[in-house]
């Protein structure tokens, strides 16, 4: 079973900060079985990111997903102040199906 | 627009079971893989089923293996959750979500592009 890392568990930034969101995977994956995805607070997840670097419908182009291997990066350029949240990657595998990191809050500093 | 709206949840007593329901709109639904994800109090996603568009093929998380049966209706658009045997550590928000496919590199893969409001699962006596 391949697992999940994200670092760092929380990130402390100030609107129109960069944040460079990480994730590991503990073997070698294919970068199209990586997806990132966004939870704000009393709300459901939103799909960010598929196949390590397609945004999804709407996401606006802040939002940058890269890396291949074990290394993943998610990157918000410039943060607005509805960016802060927690963030989730996700691999998609044989078992289990899908696979979850445990998340990075990014908060205001 | 694609809706997915859950139901069924509510508070259950250790040992019993709840059937938590999926209605769906806005997509051809017999086409797609569904999936159910949870997330207890305070804590991550953890992904705990997914069944194949025409229902023959049902995934499972180990921790819910045996305990846990998912099915669909593709008359009614509808997805469900017999959650069986219930445990404390069962208590969490579950989410129903769509899986879209994309083909790239001779195989599949798969993202959770839309999710429901959830539906909370409460055990405890």
């Known amino acids: ?109 | 627009e694609v809706q997915l709206l859950e139901s069924g949840g509510g508070l259950a007593q250790p040992g019993g079971s709840l059937r938590l329901s999926c209605a769906t709109s806005g997509f051809t639904f017999n086409t797609y893989r569904l999936s159910w994800v949870r997330q207890a109090p305070g804590k991550g996603l953890e992904w705990i089923s997914t069944i194949s568009s025409d229902g023959a093929t049902a995934y499972y998380a180990d921790s819910v293996k045996a305990r846990f049966t998912i099915s669909r209706d593709n008359s009614k658009n509808t997805l469900s959750l017999l959650v069986d045997f219930l445990r404390a550590e069962d208590t969490a928000v579950y989410y129903c979500a769509r899986a879209e496919s994309r083909w790239f590199g001779a195989h599949y893969y798969y993202y959770l592009d839309v999710w429901g409001k959830g539906t909370t699962v409460t055990v405890s006596s």
Not at chain 1, 44 to 68: E, H, M, Q
Not at chain 1, 75 to 101: K, M, N, W
């Open chain 1, 1 to 109: 079973e391949i697992m999940l890392t994200q670092s760092p568990a929380t990130l402390s930034l100030s609107p129109g900060e960069r944040a460079t969101l990480s994730c590991r995977a503990s073997q070698s994956v294919r970068a199209s079985d990586l997806a990132w995805y966004q939870q704000k607070p009393g709300q459901s997840p939103r799909l960010l990111i598929y196949g390590a670097s397609s945004r999804a419908t709407g996401i606006p182009d802040r939002f940058r997903g890269s890396g291949s291997g074990t290394d993943f990066t998610l990157t918000i350029s410039r943060l607005e102040p509805e960016d802060f949240a927690v963030y989730y990657c996700q691999l998609y595998g044989s078992s289990p199906l899908f696979t979850f990191g445990p998340g990075t809050t990014v908060d205001l500093k």
